[in-house]
């Protein structure tokens, strides 16, 4: 296993492959409890769904999409709205899987 995250941008997160990833992260924040604007049940389904919208954000140029990589897989996700007042660039939502181990992710994005 690696010892750190690798953090990447997604330009065009829209293959099935990368999107049923990022909805996992969203689905095990949400099962986690975690504070994401999202609550139970919400499935996989749900997260690919609110991904194709985030998706089409980035593709306008109003958001751009962070993602950490683990031996090979998405392990958390961070969204810039740049939709915003001038010389303000703002994170929108943060999301981590629950149960990835502590490879980096979350400090690497603070």
């Known amino acids: 296993m690696s010892a750190d995250a690798a ?10 492959g990368a999107l049923a990833e990022l909805a996992a992260v969203l689905v095990d924040c949400v099962e986690g ?3 994401v604007s999202f609550m139970a049940p919400f499935s996989q389904a749900d997260g690919v769904a609110f991904f194709r919208k985030v998706a089409s954000s ?3 140029g109003d958001t751009v999409l962070l993602a950490a990589h683990l031996d090979g897989r998405i ?3 961070v969204q810039l709205g ?4 001038p010389s303000r660039i ?3 939502s943060r999301k ?4 990835a181990p502590r ?7 603070r």
């Not at 981590?96 to 149960?99: D, L």
């Not at 490879?103 to 994005?109: I, K, L, P, Q």
């Open 7 to 16: 953090i990447s941008v997604l330009t065009a997160p829209n293959s099935d």
């Open 33 to 35: 409890g975690a504070s």
């Open 90 to 92: 703002a994170p929108t």
């Open 75 to 77: 392990i958390g996700t």
């Open 82 to 85: 740049l939709d915003t007042p």
């Open 96 to 99: 981590c899987w629950c149960t």
């Open 103 to 109: 490879a980096g992710a979350v400090s690497a994005r």
């Open 58 to 60: 980035v593709a306008s």
